[in-house]
Structures are given as C-alpha cells and as structure tokens.
C-alpha cells in the first residue's frame, strides 16, 4: 500500500516584515525532520512543494538531508490560504506581533469564512480553498503506481483541512486539527483500493527529549 507524507512547513516570520521567510528555527526544524525521514527510510517516487518560500526552503533543506534526488514538483495547490486576507476581511485586520492575541483573532475569523462559503469577500472563498487542496491530493493519488510513496511540503491549513476531509468533516480539519499542527510536523495518509485514508496526523517525534526547544505551532 503506498503512503503520502505530508509534512508542515518550519516555523515562519511572525512579526517581520516577511512572514513567508523561514526563520532560523524553522530552518533548524526542516533539517531535523529530514533527519527523521531518513531515518524511516522511506523511498519518495514523488515530491511536492506549494510555490511559498517557506515551504520551498523547507523542502529544500529537509532533502539535502535526506539524500534524495527525486525532483520537487511545485504546485500552487499545496499553498496555504491567505491568511492577510481573511484577516482583513472577517477580523478588520489583526495585530502581527502578540502570536497568542493573533491567533484567537485568527481562528475566529476562519470560522466566518467557512460560514460566508462561495459568496464570502475573499479572493479565495473557503469552498476553492477546499476544492483545490482535495484536488491535489486526489491527482497526486492518481500519478503514484502501485506501492508508491509521496511526500508533500505545504502549510497547517492544508493538512488539517485535508485529514478532516478524510474523516468526512473538512471544516472541524481546518478550525480544530490546523491550530494544532506543529512545525514540520508528519502526517501520514495511506492510498489503496479502499481510498485514501488517515493512518496518523502531527506526529513529531523528532521534536522530544532533547529537541523539545525546537517545537513551535507558528
């Protein structure tokens, strides 16, 4: 049976003038998590990134660790939604430097975003949120062969949106499992005759004991 990892990218810029730079930890995490992948000894037939910087940087440096030289293939629909926007339209703007005062801000106005559905103001309503992180997945099924493993570079939005979409309630992914996903984080879906499946979400193994100091949500 052939899996598809999914791993969050590291920590962004909060606060600076370019959120979507890697920050040094997160460039530190990227290469932890390919320390991690190395050591399952997984053998990717294919690799994606969304088109962000911080999700290329993180494929990048998570590769050069794991040694391989299966190309990455970019695709703008791994990238994650954009949160200015949303901001700007269902919370009249958010402060970017206190991260716990933003992200209560945040998660409500996600919540009216899902709720506004295709008549929302966003330039990207919450249902083409949907449609194109599903159809991503669903093509990147379609190009593995039989047994084949993938692994994807994108954003928390995405993976949680998509393992809720698995479970048959992508709007509990999107505003419960998306806040809690860690940078850098695993997840892993299973492909086969039955469809695609959640076999484990957010695992981060390679962010305990002593590397616990490495762990960030944001």
């Not at 530190?28 to 969304?50: D, H, I, K, P, Y």
């Not at 100091?213 to 944001?218: A, G, P, V």
Request: glycine share 12%; hydrophobic share 40%; aromatic share 8%.
């Amino acid at each position: 049976m052939g899996a598809i990892y999914l791993v969050r990218h590291g920590q962004a810029s909060f606060g600076a003038a370019d959120y979507d730079a890697l920050s040094e930890r997160g460039f530190e995490q990227s290469t932890v998590v390919g320390r991690e992948l190395a050591r399952r000894g997984v053998e990717f037939a294919q690799v994606r990134s969304g088109t962000l910087a911080r999700q290329r940087d993180t494929a990048a440096t998570a590769l050069k660790v794991l040694g391989s030289d299966v190309p990455v293939v970019e695709d703008p629909r791994w990238n994650e939604y954009d949160h200015v926007d949303i901001s700007r339209h269902h919370a009249g703007g958010a402060p970017q430097q206190d991260s716990r005062e933003y992200q209560g801000l945040l998660d409500a106005a996600l919540g009216s975003w899902v709720a506004a559905g295709a008549d929302g103001p966003c330039a990207e309503p919450w249902p083409a949120f949907l449609a194109r992180c599903t159809a991503g997945l669903t093509d990147l099924v379609q190009e593995l062969g039989k047994g084949e493993h993938a692994l994807v570079f994108t954003s928390g939005g995405v993976i949680g949106t998509l393992a809720g979409a698995i479970l048959g309630v992508p709007e509990v992914g999107l505003l419960k499992f998306n806040r809690v996903t860690v940078n850098t984080g695993i997840t892993k879906l299973t492909s086969g005759r039955g469809g695609v499946n959640l076999l484990t979400f957010n695992e981060h193994p390679h962010f305990e004991a002593e590397a616990a100091q490495l762990l960030t949500y944001r």
